[in-house]
């Protein structure tokens, strides 16, 4: 079945690095999204990653996927309070246009 | 980049009258886009996908009478709540998924729409 996991609070000193977990249970996921949603707005696509790679970095957002435990997490470094928002896993499935969104983590960035 | 946008932002109606809500792609085609609910503190789930030029296909306990879906162009498509019901009242998000995007399934986000019924 498909099913994306995460935990749904995380708090981080502003300048410190954050850490967003993410498990999802289908192996034929074929790419994998990070989504930010602010109060009130819709989902900015922040990076997504195909499932035959590791690691992909963006400026200050490192994605890392473990395929064989199926498990997505994404690092902010140097955190700010402007990344205060809630961030969704999602993925996608092959043969499929859908995307499954996780719960969805509040990242709280407190001085 | 691509932009999605959503008319209206907001909108409060009285029980049992109908709701139309756009999402239109600005700068992009979409042949296909998606509806999406999100209750309070929750995650998003997906009502319809909508598909240019063909009928949704509407996800499982989705009524596809009292959400009507219509895709027209490749730029718009419109989402109607009939009768609307105050468990109806929720925020409303489309997306929509670039003709020219490939493999990625990446899909294009909307501002999503406050509905309230009273």
């Known amino acids: 079945g498909e099913d994306v996991e995460q935990s749904l609070f995380l708090s981080v000193r502003e300048g410190d690095s954050s850490v967003i977990n993410c498990t999802y249970t289908d192996s034929s996921s074929t790419y994998l999204y990070w989504y930010k949603q602010e109060p009130g707005a819709g989902l900015q696509l922040l990076t997504y990653?195909?499932?035959?790679?590791d690691m992909k970095q963006d400026q200050r957002l490192t994605v890392l996927l473990n395929k064989k435990d199926k498990h997505l997490s994404l690092r902010i470094a140097d955190t700010q309070t402007g990344d205060s928002a809630i961030y969704f896993c999602a993925e996608s499935i092959s043969g499929y246009n859908k995307l499954i969104f996780g719960a969805g983590t509040r990242l709280a960035v407190h001085p | 980049g691509a932009v999605v946008s959503q008319h209206p932002s907001w909108v409060i109606c009285k029980s049992g009258t109908s709701v139309k809500i756009e999402c239109r792609s600005l700068?992009?085609?979409?042949?296909?886009m998606f509806w999406y609910r999100q209750f309070p503190k929750q995650s998003l789930m997906l009502m319809a996908t909508s598909n240019e030029g063909s009928k949704a296909t509407y996800e499982q306990g989705v009524e596809k009478d009292k959400f009507l879906i219509n895709h027209a162009s490749l730029t718009l498509s419109t989402l109607t709540v009939t009768s609307a019901h105050p468990e109806d009242s929720s925020f409303y998000i489309c997306s929509a998924r670039d003709r020219l995007a490939g493999d990625s399934n990446e899909q294009f986000f909307g501002p999503g729409t406050r509905l309230t019924v009273l």
């Open positions: 990653i195909f499932s035959n790679m």
């Open positions: 700068d992009f085609q979409a042949t296909t």
